[in-house]
């Protein structure tokens, strides 16, 4: 089925090459050029992914995303040309999946598309207890993870953190999101143990990834799943 892809910019023209490059790749597009009721239009049409400016006349993209988080699951993609990092780190807590930053390759943009939809696709799929993709494993209830039926030697506190960012593939968390998520009753956990948990996983799904990391760094927020 043609995925539907639903582009709120007010550069029309910038818009438009998008488009036109989204339906090169078998994705059919709707463009709109303002905020309003943009977070009805969303809801109402319940598009496959949703392409969001920051900045637009009538309502932010901020707020936009926002509300449309309450209510939906859909995949966002907030575009900037503010390239602050707070703009960043406020968007993704706000629940996007991805940012692209003003001026952008539409090839670009396109891959990021299809790798979100290919990921939301397969974790569609995922069972809660017991999650499979591209052959890694997690089960929750014995708090193990394996690869091609292979044991891994994962520690409690990595588990937890790999848990949280395998069951939103793509979606970039905050150092501050995972203390949160994964160790919310734990003081003594800070930014830097994070870090070094990370790494740690890392290392240990390193020779079972036969396309670089598995776990994408974002510079300046945090960390994405990418599989």
Known sequence: MTKHIMIVEDEEALAEVLKDYLARNDMR??????????????????????????MLPGEDGLSICRKVRDRSDVPIILETARVEEIDRLLGL????????????????VVARVKAILRRTSRSNDVDESVSEEGGLQLN???WSVSFDNQLLDFTRR?????SILYKRPGR???????????FPDDAMVFDRTVDSHIKNIRQKLKPHSQDGEIIRSVYGVGYAYDG
Do not use: M
């Open 158 to 162: 990595e588990f937890q953190l790999l």
């Open 93 to 108: 807590e706000l629940g996007a999946d991805d940012y692209i930053c003003k001026p952008w390759s539409p090839r670009e």
């Open 172 to 182: 970039v968390f905050s150092r501050a999101q995972l203390l949160e998520l994964a």
């Open 140 to 142: 929750e209830e014995n």
């Open 29 to 54: 597009a709707t463009i709109l050029l303002d905020g309003h009721n943009a977070v009805k239009r969303i809801l109402e049409e319940a598009p496959d992914l949703v392409i969001l400016d920051v």
